[in-house]
């Protein structure tokens, strides 16, 4: 198996921060209802009795609609996070020469992005990203925006992922250039939740049952034992952890590659 190293997902704290303020409004609004059903059987009825009904339930209204707006947020976020973590189990299960490092924040020269999965390895990087729309996608690489149909309808549009994936692959390319790394780059736009994805293109993949087979398909070793180390570290794992196991490999299918770490 891969060794995978987990970068924190702002994602998660943003989901976990949502459902925090919805269960705070939800338990402000228990706590109003009660107070009003309380109001409404000791207090007799008077104009200030009814001044009181009707703020109260102007204000639960009010309530309502900022715990709706909070979860359907909260639900977009869970959407996004449950689909990495798919791509990201999916991923694990690539031979043990690779290194996979999720959510890695990158940039080069004020361009900044944050790559889903970037996966290291004797035969290069690949960038990962991660798409989990629903329904059926439909666009081409040169399209500003993609159009997503669900329930045979059109639903909404999204950003051409492919162009993210690409200005993600041109910061890597920046990145390593400045620390005089010379390692192969590639990219794959992934969506695991969708039910077509009509792209004719073969860095959209859909469904993540293909992913490891088609990242695997440029298993031939470009880079050597040293350079490798030094991606490593570039991007924020502890070479260390996995320094023996890529060691092993190249002893076993590369010998004349290896270097010392330095």
């Given at each position: 198996m891969a060794y995978v190293f987990h970068n924190r997902n702002e994602n998660e704290d943003k989901y976990n921060d949502l459902m925090n303020q919805a269960n705070k409004v939800r338990n402000v609004g228990i706590g109003m209802i009660i107070e009003l059903i309380a109001f409404s059987i000791f207090v007799p009825v008077s104009k200030l009795w009814l001044f009181v009904e009707g703020i109260s339930i102007v204000v639960m209204i009010y309530l309502m609609y900022k715990h709706g707006n909070l979860m359907s947020e909260a639900n977009i976020l869970e959407s996004g996070v449950s689909g990495e973590n798919?791509?990201?189990?999916?991923?694990?299960y690539l031979p043990e020469e690779y290194v996979v490092a999720t959510n890695v924040p990158i940039s080069c020269n004020g361009n900044r992005s944050e790559v889903d999965a970037l996966v290291m390895s004797p035969y290069g990087m690949y960038v990962v990203e991660v798409k989990n729309h629903k329904g059926v996608i439909e666009g081409d690489v040169g399209d500003r925006?993609?159009?997503?149909?669900?329930?045979?309808?059109?639903?909404?549009?999204?950003?051409?992922?492919?162009?993210?994936?690409?200005?993600?692959?041109?910061?890597?390319?920046?990145i390593n250039k400045s620390k005089r790394l010379s390692v192969p780059i590639n990219g794959l736009?992934?969506?695991?939740?969708?039910?077509?994805?009509?792209?004719?293109?073969?860095?959209?993949?859909?469904?993540?049952?293909?992913?490891?087979?088609?990242?695997?398909?440029k298993n031939r070793v470009r880079v050597n034992f040293d350079e490798?180390?030094?991606?490593?570290?570039?991007?924020?794992?502890?070479?260390?952890?996995?320094?023996?196991m890529i060691h092993d490999f190249y002893r076993t299918n590369c010998p004349e590659l290896l270097e010392c770490i330095g």
């Open positions: 798919e791509v990201f189990d999916t991923l694990k925006v993609w159009k997503q149909y669900k329930n045979n309808g059109f639903d909404k549009t999204m950003r051409n992922p492919i162009r993210q994936m690409h200005n993600q692959k041109r910061i890597l390319f920046g736009v992934v969506f695991p939740s969708a039910l077509e994805v009509n792209v004719e293109m073969n860095e959209v993949l859909n469904g993540v049952e293909k992913l490891n087979s088609i990242v695997m398909k490798l180390c030094r991606v490593i570290k570039a991007y924020g794992i502890d070479v260390r952890e996995v320094s023996q």
